[in-house]
C-alpha cells in the first residue's frame, strides 16, 4: 500500500503564490511519474502537471502553464507544486498521483495513468 499526503493549501488573495507538497510512502519502491490534478464544485478533475522521476520532465496544462513549477526530491519520495499569480478560477481541491508501475500507454495527463491517489487539499484564491 503507498500513501499520498498532500499539504499546503490554503487560502490566498489573487496574484499571490502558495507551494503545495506531496509526501509518498508505504511500499513504495520508486514512482515514475507523480501528477497533480484539481477539481473545483461543479467541475470535472482537471490535469494541472505532473513531474517523471528519472528525467525530471514536467509537464502542465495549459490554464496554469508559465505560473505554476513542479519538482522531485527522489530522495525524500516529495513532489512540490509551486504555484504563482493565483487566480480565482484556481480554486480546487488539488490532489497528487502516483504511477508506481509505469502506465506507459497512458498520457501522463489522464487520471487513468495513476495508481494511488491522495486525499487533496483545498486551494481558495480569493479576488
Known amino acids: 500500500q503507498v500513501q499520498l499526503v498532500e499539504s499546503g493549501g490554503g487560502l490566498v488573495q489573487a496574484g499571490a503564490s502558495l507551494r503545495l507538497s506531496c509526501a509518498a510512502s508505504?511500499?513504495?519502491?520508486?514512482?515514475?511519474?507523480m501528477g497533480w490534478f484539481r477539481q473545483a464544485p461543479g467541475q470535472e478533475r482537471e490535469f494541472v502537471g505532473a513531474?517523471?522521476?528519472?528525467?525530471?520532465?514536467?509537464y502542465y496544462g495549459d490554464s496554469v502553464k508559465d505560473r505554476f513549477t513542479i519538482s522531485r526530491d527522489n530522495a525524500q519520495n516529495t513532489v512540490s507544486l509551486q504555484m504563482n499569480s493565483l487566480k480565482p478560477e484556481d480554486t480546487a481541491v488539488y490532489y497528487c498521483?502516483?504511477?508506481?508501475?509505469?502506465?506507459?500507454?497512458?498520457?501522463?495527463?489522464?487520471?487513468?495513468?495513476?495508481?494511488?491517489w491522495g486525499q487533496g487539499t483545498q486551494v481558495t484564491v480569493s479576488s
Open positions: 498521483a502516483a504511477d508506481i508501475n509505469n502506465h506507459f500507454s497512458a498520457a501522463v495527463r489522464v487520471a487513468e495513468r495513476y495508481d494511488y
Open positions: 508505504g511500499r513504495l519502491l520508486r514512482w515514475y511519474v
Open positions: 513531474i517523471t522521476w528519472s528525467e525530471g520532465r514536467g
